[in-house]
């Protein structure tokens, strides 16, 4: 298990993080979203040793101060990749394993297997700079994992990877953390966070503004988005309803309608049903994209 507690770092006048705290569980999934040059980086790097904590600030694997063993051992795939070009794809992933202690054999008898999980396109024998951009991309994620590492570090690995590949990049998470792996990864896809993630830490120009569990949270800002499938209706007469602040259109007849309060969805509901043909109705907590543009300010970058 890890533990964050009061992380803080400057770089001269500029505090890039600022009293940081929070846990990451066995087998658990922690979710870091920000916008850039938030300090999300810059957190990792202090839980990797890479930059010292200021003010007593401390990282602790299993309440003991983090060691050169588990420093060792962390699958860690930063922000700025790099792989050696001319190395092929086996000898790359050997280069890096072997980095943490696995076995030539062990590192054999496992490429094909993460090859085919990440969908890899070519023989373990191709070049690297035979590759495309998203098959590099895989070869440096397995080469990050492959090893199997009780605690997994993932700066922006969804960066550059279409659906399909981030569902696969998903499901290597999920296998690894199914067998007893912790996860901590940044992103800028709320919708990824959502759909993997236990926990969720939102940083904001380096401080911590919101920090749990994702349901926990969501239901936290009330149930204050309804989405509604309703032909009769129009967005003007919608957004003429009492206790709507505003209304978005999802398509043709669906409309998404944010409420001042939670409370006003029962009397909408029966509004909108009286007399009238309406397909669906669902009374939900905001996104997590949602609930970013109202902590963070704007739009996500």
Not at 41 to 57: D, H, K, S, V
Not at 214 to 220: G, H, L, V
Not at 237 to 251: C, F, P, R, T, W
Request: glycine residues 8%; proline residues 3%.
């Amino acid at each position: 298990m890890l533990k964050a507690r009061h992380l803080r770092k400057t770089f001269g006048d500029l505090v890039a993080v600022d009293d940081v705290s929070f846990d990451l569980e066995q087998g658990k999934i922690l979710g870091m979203i920000g916008r850039n040059g938030s300090g999300k980086t810059t957190i990792f790097r202090l839980i990797l040793n890479f930059l010292t904590p200021e003010n007593g600030g401390e990282v602790l694997w299993n309440d003991q101060p983090m060691s050169d063993q588990v420093y060792e051992t962390i699958g860690y795939l930063p922000e700025e990749r790099g792989l050696y070009e001319k190395m092929t794809i086996e000898q790359q992933i050997l280069y890096f394993a072997q980095l943490r202690g696995m076995e030539k054999q062990e590192v054999l008898d496992r490429i094909d297997e993460w090859m085919d999980r990440f969908e890899v396109k070519g023989k373990r024998t191709d070049k690297i700079n035979s590759l495309s951009k998203g098959n590099q991309q895989k070869v440096q994620l397995i080469a990050t994992l492959i090893h199997e590492p009780a605690f997994i570090i993932l700066d922006e690995p969804f960066s550059g990877l279409d659906p399909v590949n981030a569902d696969l990049l998903k499901a290597g998470i999920l296998y690894l953390r199914d067998k007893g792996s912790s996860i901590i990864f940044s992103s800028h896809n709320m919708n990824n966070v959502e759909a993997i993630c236990d926990d969720m830490l939102m940083i904001h120009d380096g401080e911590q503004v919101l920090y749990g569990k994702i349901r926990e949270i969501r239901e936290s800002f009330g149930r204050t988005r309804i989405e509604v499938e309703a032909p009769d209706w129009t967005k003007d007469q919608l957004q003429a309803l009492e206790g709507v602040d505003h209304v978005g259109i999802k398509e043709d007849n669906y409309y998404r309608l944010y409420l001042t309060d939670e409370s006003y969805g029962p009397a909408i509901f029966q509004t909108l049903t009286h007399g009238n043909y309406i397909r669906h109705f669902s009374q939900q907590p905001p996104t997590l994209e949602e609930i970013f543009k109202m902590k963070a300010g704007g739009h996500n970058e």
